[in-house]
């Protein structure tokens, strides 16, 4: 079992930045394939970017050059820098774990365990 807990989240101005850190626990996490993954009001999950066991990364091309995803393994903790945040970046964040790394990281489908999800509101 994996537990995964994001904090870090908040109300900031257009332009702001924000860090969400994703916890987790349970597992050997230097193995898994790590997500954010956000939803807002009305729409359904879509990615934001992805982390492999090798730090690899991936960003939704809508974040792309604003977000920066990254890893400590000694800290079994994943991060999601963000800047330049805009109001449609608006939306609950969920950080998501895939354990066997597997392909298509951008389904949500693929991940095996979810965190609660982390409200980040951007106001205009």
């Known amino acids: 079992q994996v537990q995964l807990v994001e904090s870090g989240g908040g109300l900031v101005p257009a332009g702001d930045s924000l860090r969400l850190s994703c916890a987790a626990s349970g597992r050997t996490f230097s193995t898994f394939r790590m997500g954010w993954f956000r939803q807002a009001p009305g729409k359904e999950r879509e990615f934001v970017a992805t982390i492999s066991r090798s730090k690899t990364t991936n960003y939704a091309d809508s974040v792309k050059g604003r977000f920066t995803i990254s890893r400590d393994n000694a800290k079994n903790t994943v991060y999601l820098q963000m800047n330049d945040l805009k109001p449609e970046d608006t939306a609950v964040y969920y950080c998501?774990?895939?354990?066997?790394?597997?392909?298509?990281?951008?389904?949500?489908?693929?991940?095996?365990?979810w965190g609660q999800g982390t409200q980040v509101t951007v106001s205009s």
């Open positions: 998501a774990a895939d354990i066997h790394s597997s392909g298509y990281y951008y389904r949500s489908s693929i991940y095996d365990y």
